[in-house]
C-alpha cells in the first residue's frame, strides 16, 4: 500500500532493512541474474507491517461504592488497525467483577465488583491479529461509603447526656476506617465514658446550656466520609424550696390572704405554687 523508504545495507544486499512508508502487507522480490541476464531468478516473500500498541489505561483510583468509571485511551488509529483487538482484565482482587458497564473491550466503562477492596485492572491492545500488543495496568481502591447515625439527642436534667450513634461500616469491609465525636457548645466535655472513638459513650460537659454533637465515619483513610449531628440541652435540676411551714393559721375568712415564702433556687428561672391536697 506504500513504498519503500529505505533499503537499509542496499537494494541490492541479500541482508538489509526494508522501512515502508505505510503499514499493511507487503510482498518483497528477490532476484538474481547470472550470464550477464541470461540466466535468472527470483522468490518472493510476504511482510505484514503493523502498528505497535502503546497501551495507557488512563487513571486509577478511588471509589466510595463498588462502581468505578475507568477510560483507557486506545493507541491505533482506525486506518492502522488490523486485526486490532481490545480488552480490559481484571488481573487482582479480592472478588469478581459483576458488570463490564458497556463492554469489557470499551475503553471506557464501568467497572462494578462484588467484593469491596483493591483492584488491579490490566488494558491490553492487539494488531495484527495478536502479533503486535501491549497491555497497561491500574488500581483501583473499592472503599464502603459511610452513612453516619448519630441517633437520637434530646434534653438531660443534669451534666450527662448518652450517646447512641450507629456504626455504619460492618468491619469486613473497613480499610481505613475511623470514627469520633465532635461538638460545640458553651463549655467543655470532660469525660467521653467509653471514649470520643465509640459509637455509645456518656459524654460530661462542665456548663450547662446547648450543645451539637457530631458523629463522624471515614473510610478508606479519609476518601468516604459522612457524620450525623443531634442537639443536647443540659439543664440545671431545679431545688423547690418552700419556706417554713405554717402548721396553723387562724382567720375568720378563707379570702385573707395567707403569706407563702418560697425560694426559686438550683438554676431554675421561674416557679409556681399549687395547691398538693386540701380544699373544700
Do not use: H
Request: hydrophobic share 30%; net charge negative.
Amino acid at each position: 500500500p506504500g513504498t519503500v523508504s529505505n533499503w537499509g545495507a542496499g537494494q541490492n544486499q541479500p541482508a538489509t532493512t526494508a522501512t515502508v512508508d505505510t503499514y499493511g502487507t507487503y510482498v518483497f522480490s528477490w532476484f538474481e541474474s547470472n550470464g550477464n541476464g541470461y540466466c535468472t531468478d527470483t522468490a518472493d516473500i510476504t511482510v505484514n507491517f503493523y502498528l505497535q500498541p502503546i497501551a495507557n489505561a488512563g487513571s486509577g483510583g478511588d471509589a466510595c461504592a463498588q462502581s468505578f468509571a475507568v477510560n483507557a485511551v486506545p493507541s491505533i488509529p482506525p486506518a492502522s488497525q488490523d486485526g486490532y483487538t481490545t480488552q480490559w482484565t481484571m488481573t487482582a482482587g479480592p472478588g469478581t467483577v459483576t458488570s463490564w458497564g458497556a463492554g469489557q473491550d470499551q475503553a471506557s466503562t464501568t467497572i462494578t465488583v462484588d467484593t469491596y477492596g483493591t483492584y488491579q485492572f490490566t488494558w491490553t491492545e492487539s494488531n495484527g491479529t495478536g502479533t503486535c500488543s501491549d497491555a497497561d495496568a491500574i488500581i483501583v481502591n473499592y472503599y464502603r461509603q459511610p452513612v453516619a447515625n448519630a441517633g437520637s439527642g434530646g434534653d438531660e436534667c443534669d451534666l450527662d447526656f448518652v450517646l447512641s450513634a450507629t456504626a455504619s461500616v460492618p468491619i469486613g469491609d473497613r480499610d481505613g476506617y475511623s470514627a469520633t465525636w465532635s461538638y460545640v457548645g458553651p463549655g467543655t466535655v470532660i469525660s467521653w465514658s467509653s471514649g470520643q472513638t465509640s459509637p455509645t459513650t456518656t459524654v460530661t460537659v462542665d456548663t450547662y446550656g446547648a450543645y451539637q454533637f457530631t458523629w463522624n465515619e471515614s473510610n478508606g483513610s479519609g476518601v468516604c466520609t459522612d457524620n450525623q449531628a443531634i442537639n443536647v440541652n443540659f439543664y440545671e435540676q431545679p431545688t423547690a424550696v418552700a419556706g417554713a411551714p405554717l402548721t396553723d393559721v387562724c382567720r375568720d375568712s378563707a379570702l385573707i390572704p395567707i403569706p407563702l415564702q418560697g425560694t426559686i433556687g438550683g438554676g431554675a428561672s421561674q416557679g409556681f405554687w399549687s395547691v398538693a391536697s386540701g380544699g373544700g
